[in-house]
C-alpha cells in the first residue's frame, strides 16, 4: 500500500502535465487501461505523445532563465507582471492557481518524517520527486500561453517554496513584489479578498498575513542575492521607468519601452483574466491612486496595533508617520 501511494504521487504530477498535451495529439495515447496501481508504472511507460515545440520547450524550462512573480496577495503582483508581458519578448499569462497547490502538496509530504520514510520505501527519492514536479510545472508554464523567448509565471504564493523552485530551476530568477502591509490590509479588507486563513473583514488580521508571508519570503530572497530582486510596489508606480529598467538589468533581458505602456497592450500582448480580483485595476496606466487610501480609512488604534505587530514595516524601511514619503523605504540587504 505504501508503495502504491507514492507511485500514484509521482504519477499525478506526470499524467497531469500530459493532460495538456493529450488534447492536442491527432491520436489517442497507445496505452491499456491498467487492471491495477501495480501496472501504473507499465502505463506510464506507453505515454509517448508526439512530440511539440511546447512539449519540448517545456522539457528544457529546467535548464533555462524562467521568471517567478510573487509576494503577498494586493502587493502589486500582477501590475508587475503586466508590464513584463507588454515585452515584446516575455510571455507570463494569467495565474495558474495549480503550481502553489502543487508545490504545497509536495512541501506537506517530505517535511513529514512518516511521510518522507513512506516516500522512500515506495522508491520515490528527492531527486525524482523534484523532476516530476519540475516537468508538471513546465508544462503548465509553456502549456497556458503563446510560445515566447523569456516565460514567466506569477502566483503570488508561489515564492512560499522559493528554496524548492531554485533547486528544481537552477537559472531561474525570481521578482518579489513588497508593498506596505498597511495598504495590503486596506486592500483585503476593502475587496473582501478572499484568502485562505485571512479574516477578510479585520485589518490587524490581515496585515499579520502580510507580516509573516513577508518575513518568510524576504528571508528567502536574502538567501538567493544573484536570483531574486525585492521589487517595491510603491517605487514600482511613483517611477516605472526607473524600476522597470533595475528590473529588467537584473533579469539581463534587452529594455523595450512597451513596459511602461502595458495598457495599451492588453489584448495584444498583455492577456488578462476576469477572475482575477486585480484585472480592472491594472487595465490603467501606472498611477499612484492606491498609495494613500488606506491612511485615512483605517481607524488609528488600529494603525498603531498594527504598526506594533507587525516588524516588517520597520524592518522593511517604511515609516511610521504616514505623513511621511514612503516611496523612499528601502529593500532589506
Not at 502505463?43 to 510573487?70: C, D, N, W, Y
Not at 513546465?138 to 512560499?160: F, M, R, T, W
Not at 488609528?300 to 505587530?309: D, M, T
Request: charged letters at 25%; one cysteine or more.
Amino acid at each position: 500500500m505504501v508503495r502504491h501511494r507514492a507511485v500514484l504521487f509521482v504519477c499525478l504530477a506526470s499524467v497531469a502535465a500530459n493532460m495538456y498535451l493529450l488534447s492536442r495529439l491527432k491520436k489517442p495515447y497507445d496505452c491499456a487501461v491498467p487492471k491495477s496501481l501495480g501496472d501504473v508504472t507499465l502505463v506510464m511507460s506507453t505515454l509517448v505523445p508526439v512530440p511539440t515545440t511546447q512539449s519540448v520547450q517545456g522539457k528544457r524550462l529546467a535548464s533555462e532563465l524562467v521568471v517567478f512573480v510573487g509576494g503577498c496577495p494586493r502587493s502589486g503582483t500582477t501590475l508587475a507582471r503586466a508590464m513584463l508581458d507588454a515585452h515584446p519578448d516575455i510571455r507570463c499569462g494569467e495565474e495558474t492557481r495549480i503550481l502553489p497547490r502543487i508545490l504545497s502538496m509536495a512541501s506537506k509530504m517530505t517535511q513529514s518524517s512518516l511521510e518522507q520514510r513512506r516516500l522512500e520505501s515506495g522508491g520515490v527519492s528527492e531527486e525524482l520527486l523534484d523532476r516530476a514536479i519540475a516537468a508538471f510545472m513546465s508544462e503548465i508554464i509553456v502549456g497556458h500561453g503563446i510560445p515566447s523567448k523569456y516565460l514567466c509565471n506569477k502566483d503570488p504564493l508561489l515564492l512560499q517554496h522559493m528554496k524548492h523552485i531554485a533547486r528544481m530551476f537552477p537559472k531561474a530568477k525570481f521578482l518579489l513584489m513588497i508593498r506596505d502591509g498597511r495598504a495590503v490590509a486596506h486592500s483585503i479588507v476593502s475587496r473582501n479578498i478572499t484568502i485562505s486563513g485571512v479574516d477578510s473583514r479585520n485589518y490587524l488580521n490581515a496585515a499579520l498575513f502580510w507580516n509573516k508571508v513577508a518575513q518568510s519570503m524576504s528571508e528567502d530572497c536574502n538567501n538567493l542575492p544573484e536570483r531574486c530582486l525585492i521589487v517595491f510596489y510603491e517605487k514600482l508606480v511613483s517611477d516605472p521607468s526607473t524600476q522597470m529598467k533595475e528590473v529588467l538589468r537584473f533579469l539581463d533581458i534587452p529594455w523595450h519601452d512597451n513596459v511602461l505602456r502595458h495598457h495599451e497592450m492588453i489584448g495584444l500582448e498583455v492577456s488578462l483574466s476576469k477572475m482575477e480580483p486585480s484585472t480592472n485595476q491594472v487595465k490603467k496606466p501606472v498611477n499612484t491612486e492606491s498609495l494613500d487610501t488606506w491612511r485615512t480609512i483605517i481607524p488609528p488604534a488600529i494603525l498603531e496595533r498594527i504598526w506594533e505587530e507587525c516588524d516588517m514595516l520597520k524592518e522593511l524601511g517604511y515609516p511610521k508617520d504616514i505623513t511621511k514619503d514612503i516611496t523612499n523605504s528601502q529593500p532589506v540587504t
